[in-house]
């Protein structure tokens, strides 16, 4: 009896390991894709902006960390913010490109709805605020954003030092840098990976134009409160930006690691 197992322990080690690893390699990958989906484990800083529905204008912003066991834990105090004029729309980032319903399109003006890195912050001044420890440039009459879904840099930052060097375009696509609303512009990367025409571009926060006036799309509130977030911002902690209506919130916090 002995010896009929042992002939047969490495056929059934083998026929184990057949069945086994690629059950485990499967179900690793799709875990894999569900954490992908969402904000990125590695995000150790949030910023939430939830409206009331998606044809909101107007919402709260609250900022998060995540403590050493890895749960989200509120920072500072809710701030009033402004969207865009229509409300929201599903936009490109970590997470929403891939959900139903109306999808951020350029000069809708809607506010993308997902959750997105937070690229650099774009300011007017030579320096970020006392406290302030985050990439910046400091914004000059070179700099472009193209907002034309026919050009082909459409949705990048580009720098022209040059005058004879600018496209015949580069007037009407320059960022402005003496604007007060254009203080800081923390980028916001929608449509950033890949690119594409038409999907909406030039997303940032930034200075609120008046307590009750909406945006083309990007995010606004306070100078104070932009100033906070702009001192608190660090980029070791791969801060994400997240933007939701009430129930798409309550619906997506579990699988995409909202506070």
């Known amino acids: 009896m002995f010896l009929f197992a042992s002939l047969l322990r490495p056929f059934s080690d083998r026929l184990l390991r057949a069945l086994i690893l690629p059950a485990a390699f499967f179900w690793a990958g799709f875990l894999g894709e569900l954490r992908a989906d969402g904000v990125p484990a590695a995000a150790r800083q949030l910023i939430v902006a939830v409206a009331p529905d998606w044809n909101s204008k107007t919402g709260t912003m609250s900022r998060y960390e995540r403590d050493a066991s890895g ?25 929403g490109s891939a959900e139903a319903g109306l999808h951020k399109r350029e000069r809708d003006g809607r506010t993308p709805a997902g959750v997105f890195a937070v690229g650099t912050i774009y300011t ?74 038409d999907g909406g571009s030039a ?43 009430q129930a798409e919130y309550d619906a997506h916090r579990v699988r995409w690691s909202l506070p």
């Open 71 to 95: 749960a989200w834990k509120r920072v500072g105090r809710s701030v009033p913010i402004l969207f865009g004029k229509n409300g929201l729309a599903w936009g490109s980032g970590a997470a």
């Open 203 to 245: 997303i940032f926060l930034h200075i609120r134009r008046g307590e009750t006036r909406p945006t083309s799309g990007c995010t606004t509130m306070a100078e104070a409160d932009l100033r906070e977030l702009v001192c608190w911002l660090r980029a070791g902690a791969q801060p994400q930006f997240v933007a939701l209506p």
């Open 124 to 197: 007017a001044d030579p320096t970020l605020p006392p406290g302030g420890d985050y990439p910046f440039r400091t914004v000059t009459e070179a700099d472009a954003w193209p907002d034309d879904p026919g050009n082909p840099y459409y949705n990048q930052h580009l720098v022209f030092p040059e005058p004879a060097s600018r496209p015949p375009w580069f007037a009407k696509q320059r960022m402005k840098s003496h604007d007060p609303a254009y203080r800081w512009r923390v980028e916001i990367r929608h449509n950033s990976d890949p690119i594409v025409p």
